[in-house]
């Protein structure tokens, strides 16, 4: 079992950057592939990011290539997604998750475990 605990969301203005950042419980963390998805209201839950074990590879949506970036500090059991040029757009429940195979995938039934989310809003 892995947990995983989100923070760093908050309200900001459209333009903005924010950080977000996911702790996980386990060492071997540094083990698994870690992936960012969003949910807005009333909507599906969609692929940002996502990062292999070694943060040698990261992927991305379209709608955030150029301005997210996602990194990890094994280290630290940690994985952050900076968020630049924010857009309302954007304004969701951002969730981190946990894919133990070997293949990146942007499916988030394909994803193990999960956290419970943090709220980013952006203004217009």
């Known amino acids: 079992q892995v947990q995983l605990v989100e923070s760093g969301g908050g309200l900001v203005q459209a333009g903005d950057s924010l950080r977000v950042s996911c702790t996980a419980s386990?060492?071997?963390?540094?083990?698994?592939?870690m992936g960012w998805f969003r949910q807005a209201p009333g909507k599906e839950r969609d692929f940002v990011a996502a990062?292999?074990?070694?943060?040698?590879?990261?992927y991305y949506a379209d709608s955030v290539k150029g301005r997210f970036t996602i990194s990890r500090d094994n280290a630290k059991n940690t994985v952050y997604l900076q968020m630049n040029r924010l857009k309302p757009e954007d304004t969701a429940v951002y969730y981190c998750?946990?894919?133990?195979?070997?293949?990146?995938?942007?499916?988030?039934?394909?994803?193990?475990?999960w956290g419970r989310g943090t709220q980013v809003t952006v203004s217009s």
């Open positions: 998750a946990v894919d133990r195979g070997i293949a990146v995938h942007t499916t988030p039934g394909l994803y193990d475990y």
């Open positions: 386990r060492r071997t963390f540094s083990n698994y592939i």
């Open positions: 990062i292999t074990w070694s943060g040698g590879n990261t």
